[in-house]
């Protein structure tokens, strides 16, 4: 895939072990990948370069995925409604050991899916290659 086609994934979370593996295997599916360890870095890597899709943690210390939720869905820019659009709708993959029991939660927050740990990336790759389509 050429470098300007790739897909940008964003993943959000506190532990870094798992951003450096997932960083790793989605680079060896083609993707460019930008991480961080909670939601305020994640936000500002988002405003740095506008990812394709998001991968976040919902429990981290500091700025939560819950509250990075919360700021996504409710951006606002009134000098630029195409990107005020662009971010608001960017499509979220929850990473959570909590599986079944958010599902809830994650439909009231727009959440594109979500994927328990620990992350099969067989399955991940499938879940973005999924959620990019629609």
Known sequence: MPAQEKKRV????DETALCEVLKARLETF???VASANNGQKGWNQLLEKLPD???LDIRMPEEDG???LRK???YRDPENAPHEQKIRSLPVIVMTATGEGMKSLFEQEHI???ITKPID???LKRLIEETLVH
Request: a neutral charge; proline letters at 0%.
């Open 10 to 13: 964003l993943v959000i979370d």
């Open 30 to 32: 083609g993707y460019s």
């Open 53 to 55: 899709i998001i991968l």
């Open 66 to 68: 819950y509250t990075f």
């Open 72 to 74: 996504l869905r409710s």
């Open 112 to 114: 594109s899916a979500y």
């Open 121 to 123: 990336s067989s399955a």
